[in-house]
């Protein structure tokens, strides 16, 4: 089984807008496990639960499960989330598959119904 790290906005300037973006993580998240995928979403593990953990600290966590997965799935906004561009940049850095949600939804639907 193939699986996927899912990298996309988090912070934003308010909770309700926070809440959208976990729950469009989620969402996706769902959709990819549908299709034969184990996805880490960072939106589901760290969503709401950090308390005074620092950021810097989540994102080495990030980092870590990173290093765990096949290929990685950007989400919409992605380049205007500073933790996705560290995450994207990480992915390249180490030479992983990288593709983009929706755009490379089809493409990796037929990927994962082919495992």
Known sequence: MKVIYLAGPYTAHNVEE???????????QAE???????VFCPHANYGHGLGDVDYQ???NMCFAHLLTADLVVMMP????STGACQEIGFATAKNMPVFY???DATRLRKQGEAL
């Open 57 to 59: 600290a989540v994102m």
């Open 77 to 80: 906004g992605w380049e205007k």
């Open 18 to 28: 926070i809440n959208n973006n976990v729950t469009a993580a989620i969402g996706v």
């Open 32 to 38: 990819l496990m549908r299709g034969g995928y184990a």
């Open 101 to 103: 949600w929706p755009n």
